[in-house]
């Protein structure tokens, strides 16, 4: 892209790029979900009352194949933020002395580079990436939260919300509670439904979606200047458990409980008495004793709530879009809708997400409306090409006429929209390292010779890898040891080593792999990287 030569700092030549200077800069909302199970977003999706993100989906472009970098917050926000694999491959609470959990002062975040060329830039909602990189970009106004954690137990501003409501901190009428670590006894609280005050339901107006639908909007009604193109962002706590389940969706929890089944990988476990089904890395079973889901009842009760969240937050987005098109804003704005990574959801006695790559933790929901006036703005298109949050960041870029001299490790959705074929240099991969256990993997999505999608993750300190053919996320088989899949096994080997070695960022996992799959790769001499 040819234009103007500029820079981030322009004293100390930091973040040098290109814009190009002619045209009006569009305006753009990026809207993010913590962890969204597969089902909720899928189209044909049973029983969803999601009519807001149902509609991005449906009359504009939606990426039906899109991955994160990471199954946890703060690597996944990292990366698409930056538009870089993350050196952040934990979440803080969790880190070992010596992780790197926040971004550094010299990362640049592509929200400083709309910054850089006139947008008013805001955010509202969740970071968990640090805060200081927030503030200099959002401007001192902006509150990031930077953790996992329910901010309603102490986000001053969300209980002063509340105060001027008339109510108070929320407690919950009825608790989601998992069983302790021998399977006896009280275990983790996933939250639930949120208890009367005053004799009175807890209303929707005061959750914490509302909140930040609430402050949103406040954050576009501050503006100086009408003129000056927007970017915001609103980065929702949900439907990540706990749960908050406030009053007014009794008929709808009952039309829920009606329709819910438990997934099938959970009946048959129940069935077996939780023993691993077949081949199965450790970290599952590991996992299964920290949820402490042995009791079936649970499991409804943590789905049913899981989806009255999702659907309480589709909800105050309905809020947030009644208010851009009162205020003639609506079509005038590109929108993307994200989640930062996945959700078991019930799926092997699993909920949440954990240090392991399935692909119902790294696939995420990616829509996007276009802004009246750009060439997709009347294109209804499903795009099945296989994308990663990575590309966010360029995408961005691209619609704001920008380019950076810098590295970035996606590239842009639309290319994929027109159906351009990935760049070999730019793969998918995703990593963790840990979480409630450290569990080093990494792993990436391929093409196979015989035409299918498929998924390999790499469980460096595991005996057992996955294999996973795409398409069916509600029913996957690990197809490690699979005697019909050996030829797509020594595919999937042989291309994430040709994708590792090209980068020398993913070292250390090839000399793993290498010394792993040795006679699929044909592996030999000094492994002691002599110079």
């Known amino acids: 892209m040819d234009g103007t030569k500029r820079y981030l700092d322009e ?65 996944s926000r990292a990366a698409y933020l930056s538009g870089r694999h993350s050196y952040i491959t934990t979440n803080s609470e969790r880190a070992h002395d010596g992780h790197e959990v926040h971004l550094r002062d010299d990362d640049v975040l592509f929200p400083e580079y709309l910054k850089a060329v006139g947008y008013h830039a805001r955010h509202v909602g969740k970071s968990h990436v640090g805060t200081h990189k927030f503030t200099d970009i959002f401007s001192e106004n902006d509150a990031p939260w930077n953790r996992w954690s329910p901010p309603w137990f ?80 609103l980065d929702f706590f949900g439907p990540h458990q706990p749960f908050a389940i ?88 590109w929108i993307f809708f994200i989640a930062d990574h996945g959700e078991m959801n019930g799926e092997r006695g699993l909920v949440d997400k954990g240090a392991y790559l399935n692909p119902r933790v790294i696939r995420v929901p990616l829509m996007v409306k276009p802004a009246e006036g750009s060439e997709w703005a009347d294109v209804r298109k499903s795009v099945e090409q296989p994308v990663s949050l990575l590309d966010l960041a360029p995408t961005m870029l691209d619609i704001a006429g920008i380019s950076t001299e810098g590295r970035l490790d996606g590239v842009s959705l639309l290319e994929a929209a027109r159906g ?64 019909e899949s050996v030829t797509i096994l020594d595919e999937a080997v042989a291309r994430l080593h040709a994708r590792l070695a090209r980068d020398e960022r993913w070292k250390s996992y090839r000399g793993f792999l290498e010394l792993t799959y040795p006679e699929k790769l044909a592996a030999s001499g000094d492994r002691q990287l002599f110079f």
């Open 11 to 75: 004293m100390t030549g930091h973040g040098p790029f290109r814009v190009r200077e002619e045209g009006k800069r569009p305006n753009i909302l990026l809207i993010s979900a913590d962890m969204v199970p597969v089902e909720f977003y899928l189209p044909g999706a049973a029983g969803m009352n999601t009519p807001n993100l149902q509609a991005l989906r449906d009359r504009h472009l939606y990426f039906a194949n899109a991955y994160c970098t990471s199954p946890l917050c703060a690597p």
């Open 154 to 233: 102490d986000d001053d501003a969300y209980v002063r919300f509340l105060q001027e409501k008339g109510l108070g901190r929320i407690s919950f009428e009825r608790e989601i509670i998992g069983r302790g670590l021998t399977g006896e006894g009280k275990g983790n609280s996933y939250g639930g439904w949120v208890a009367e005050q005053g004799g009175k339901g807890f209303p929707k107006e005061a959750t914490y979606p509302a909140f930040l639908v609430e402050r949103t909007i406040e954050a576009f009604e501050a503006r100086s200047d009408e003129e000056q193109p927007f970017y915001m962002q």
């Open 246 to 333: 406030p009053a007014g969706m009794e008929e709808r929890e009952r039309e829920i409980r009606a329709e819910m089944e438990l997934p099938e990988s959970y009946r048959e476990l129940a069935e077996n008495g939780f023993a691993p089904p077949g081949v199965e890395s450790r970290v599952y079973q590991i996992y299964r004793k920290n949820w402490g889901l042995q009791d079936p009842e649970t499991v409804v009760d943590y789905r049913v709530a899981n989806q009255l969240q999702f659907e309480l937050i589709d909800e105050m987005i309905g809020r947030l879009f009644a208010y851009l098109k009162e205020q003639g804003l609506y079509e005038e704005i």
């Open 420 to 483: 351009e074929k990935r760049p070999e240099e730019q793969p998918i991969f995703f990593e963790v390292w840990s979480h409630v256990i450290p569990n080093p993997c990494i792993g990436t999505v391929f093409t196979a010779a015989d035409g299918r999608d498929y998924m390999f993750s790499f469980n460096a300190t595991d005996e057992v890898d996955e294999l996973y053919a795409l398409g069916d996320e509600g029913r996957l088989v690990n197809l490690w040891d699979d005697k």
